[in-house]
Structures are given as structure tokens and as C-alpha cells.
């Protein structure tokens, strides 16, 4: 326990490592989110003492009481992020400190208590410290950090937590375009949403993803990625995607984007909002209705389409298809203003330009 920003983590390396051959071996081609590192943090929290028992200890599972509240009512949330090792050796990550503040502000929103920002930064590079050998050289690939918060307090009446546990793991994943980046198609459901005004749209918690996997799975079954939300009052303007922002690309350069209320504030979107305005371009946050942009995409006036976060980054929009019909963005392929501003961002993300936000944070 300690004041102030921090926790001290207290170091508990894990007696068992997965040897060096193996390890080489599951990083060949690690996918996303199925090999894990050999350590995780764990901290606890009660009511009434704060935080307590803050540990880097062996990755292992976790012992849950059948009762614990997060099993019933969903009191969890989550980050992700990633680690890069650059070309220079150097590892770093990006924008952990905004990751930090969005955690605090999801936990407002789902009723529990703040971890110090200060702390989750430390958490992240405490793990990444001890578990450094499984950060990835191929520069395509990263180490994904996945701090996360849940209740564990035993009780099963509704109401807030008294207690709760906060755990980050780590996993080295491959690139999300195994062979190559390709556009993806996008569904756009006639039936469900992801977030109504008032609700948890805006806050990064596992019960939204809940919620967008049965419309996920019709996107599956129309031949798409990704599935597209409308909002949920009108049914009629664009919200998102299951787990990533868009921007629609005009004519005259200009981007626009959804504005932040019942969408989730991605670090990647407001990313690339400054990357176009510092290049001269228009970026308006307004609604954008399905009609209008089935309309100007048909017509060329919204040249291009994409999708971002941070586990694929920039990812271009190629067709939409929806309930009646389908239509191509731009001749369905690769727009340019997309491919630069991924490149931007991916460049600054792997060390490989000048970063003039401060948005790269070294490690080690
Ligand atoms: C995490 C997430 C995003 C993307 O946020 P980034 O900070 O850019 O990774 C977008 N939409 C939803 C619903 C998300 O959960």
C-alpha cells in the first residue's frame, strides 16, 4: 500500500517461465489474444482500505467464488493497448496515459472505485519490464497489454461492489491483416444498437461487447467483418462499429467523424483527428445519417470509409451492405487519404518518425 499516484508492486517472478524454444515457437505466428506472457498484475480493492495486495506475480488462473457480483450483474471493465519494440530496440507504448484516464472514466460510469492513473501507467510497464522477452521483433507484431477491473465482492444483491480486483495480462499478437491489410465489409443492423443515450456506450466495458455479438454474428452471416451500429433513438445516424471509430473521407478532402456521446472516445480516433487537422484538413464531428451516406458514397462525394482503433489501427471500408441492398465506397479498394493516415500513425506508433505530440511513451 501506498500514497499518493502509486502502488507498490510487490515482485513475485514466476518460478516456472515457458522456456526460450518454446516461446520462439508460440511467437511465430501468434495470432490475437490466444498466447499469454508469463506474468500478470494483480491489486485488490476493498472499501474502506483502498487498495492492497498490488503484485506482479505468474500468470495463473484466477480463484472465483461462484457469487462474485462481476458474474451476475457485469461490474467489469477494460483497456487495450500495445507495446512496440522499435527498430532502435527501444520499446515503448502509445498514449498509456490517455488509456489511464478513459479507465478512470469507465469506472465512474460503471460505479467503482478509480485505480490512480499513475499506478495503471506503472502497471503496464512493470509487466512489460518482466515480461520484455515477449514483446515481439517483427515489426509488424506487438505485446497487447489488457489491464481490466471487476467486481469480486461475494454478494448477490444489486448494488456497487465493495470489492473488487484489477488485473492486466499480456499477449504477443500478430498483425490483425495476417496477409496483407484489406478493406473490410461492413453490415449495418436493422435491429440492434450498442448504446442508447444514458447508457454505457461511452464507457469501455465488457457488457457492450456482450450486446454486439449476436448482431457480430449476422454481420458473419451477410458476408461481413464488422458490423456497423445506427443510433438507437432514430435508428438512423452512424454510431460505430462493434470496437472501432469511423471517419468518412469527402470529395474536398474534408473528414468527418460521429461525435462523442453514446460512442466510445477511442485513442486512435481523436489520433487521427489531430494527424488530418495538423495536415490542413477539415475534421468535423457531426452525425452522419446511413441514407446520406449510402447517397454520397453512390454519387463519389464521400470518396472514402474507415475504421479505427487500436487493435487494427486504420482499417479502409470497402462495401457496406445492409438489409435490401449494398454499396461500394470509392472503387472498393484502398483510398489514399486512409493508406497516409495509417502510415502517419503507424509510423509515430513504431518509432520509425518523429513523434511531435508526445504521444510515445518509452519503456525501456
Ligand atoms: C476500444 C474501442 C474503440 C477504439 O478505441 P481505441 O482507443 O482507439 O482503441 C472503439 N469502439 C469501441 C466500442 C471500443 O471498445
Known amino acids: 500500500m501506498s500514497g499518493g499516484d502509486k502502488l507498490d508492486f510487490e515482485i513475485r517472478p514466476n518460478p516456472r517461465p515457458v522456456d526460450a524454444a518454446e516461446r520462439a515457437a ?3 505466428d501468434p495470432g490475437f489474444g490466444r498466447v499469454f506472457t508469463d506474468h500478470m ?51 515503448t507504448m502509445f498514449r498509456p496515459e490517455a488509456n489511464a484516464e478513459r479507465f478512470s ?3 465512474t460510469r460503471l460505479a467503482m472505485p478509480h485505480l490512480p492513473e499513475g499506478a495503471f501507467v506503472d502497471s503496464l510497464r512493470r509487466l512489460i519490464d518482466i515480461d520484455r522477452d515477449w514483446i515481439p521483433t517483427n515489426g509488424e507484431d506487438s505485446l497487447y497489454l489488457r489491464p481490466f477491473m471487476f467486481a469480486n465482492e461475494v454478494f448477490l444483491g444489486v448494488r456497487p461492489a465493495m470489492e473488487y480486483l484489477y488485473v492486466v495480462i499480456a499477449s504477443p499478437v500478430g498483425s490483425y491483416f495476417k496477409n496483407g491489410i484489406k478493406p473490410v465489409n461492413v453490415w449495418v443492423s436493422p435491429d440492434y444498437t450498442r448504446a442508447a443515450p444514458g447508457g454505457t456506450g461511452a464507457a469501455k466495458c ?7 455479438l449476436l448482431p457480430q454474428q449476422q454481420a458473419a452471416a451477410n458476408g461481413c467483418d464488422q458490423v456497423v451500429f445506427l443510433d438507437a433513438v432514430e ?22 467523424t460521429p461525435p462523442l456521446g453514446t460512442i466510445l472516445p477511442g485513442i486512435t480516433r481523436e489520433a487521427v483527428m489531430r494527424l488530418a487537422t495538423d495536415a490542413g484538413r477539415a475534421v468535423i464531428e457531426r452525425p452522419v445519417a446511413f441514407d ?24 479502409p471500408i470497402g462495401e457496406v451492405r445492409f438489409e ?6 470509392g472503387d472498393g479498394g484502398f483510398g489514399e487519404v486512409t493508406m497516409g493516415l495509417r502510415k502517419q500513425l503507424v509510423d509515430i506508433q513504431r518509432g520509425r518518425t518523429a513523434d511531435p505530440y508526445g504521444w510515445v511513451h518509452k519503456v525501456l
Open 206 to 212: 465488457g457488457g457492450n461487447y456482450a450486446a454486439s
Open 26 to 28: 508460440l511467437m511465430v
Open 324 to 329: 435490401g441492398g449494398a454499396f461500394k465506397l
Open 235 to 256: 435508428q438512423r445516424w452512424i454510431d460505430e462499429l462493434g470496437g472501432m471509430n469511423i471517419f468518412f473521407v469527402y470529395d474536398d478532402g474534408t473528414l468527418v
Open 105 to 107: 472514466t469507465s469506472a
Open 292 to 315: 446520406e451516406w449510402q447517397r454520397d458514397a453512390e454519387s463519389g462525394r464521400i470518396r472514402e470509409t474507415f475504421a479505427c482503433g487500436t487493435a487494427a489501427v486504420i482499417t
Open 41 to 91: 498484475v494483480t491489486a485488490r480493492y476493498a472499501e474502506g482500505k483502498g487498495w492492497y495486495e498490488a503484485r506482479v506475480e505468474a500468470r495463473a488462473p484466477i480463484q472465483m467464488d461462484p457469487a462474485s457480483a462481476v458474474l451476475h450483474y457485469a461490474q467489469e471493465i477494460f483497456e487495450g493497448l500495445k507495446a512496440y519494440r522499435n527498430a532502435d530496440g527501444t520499446v
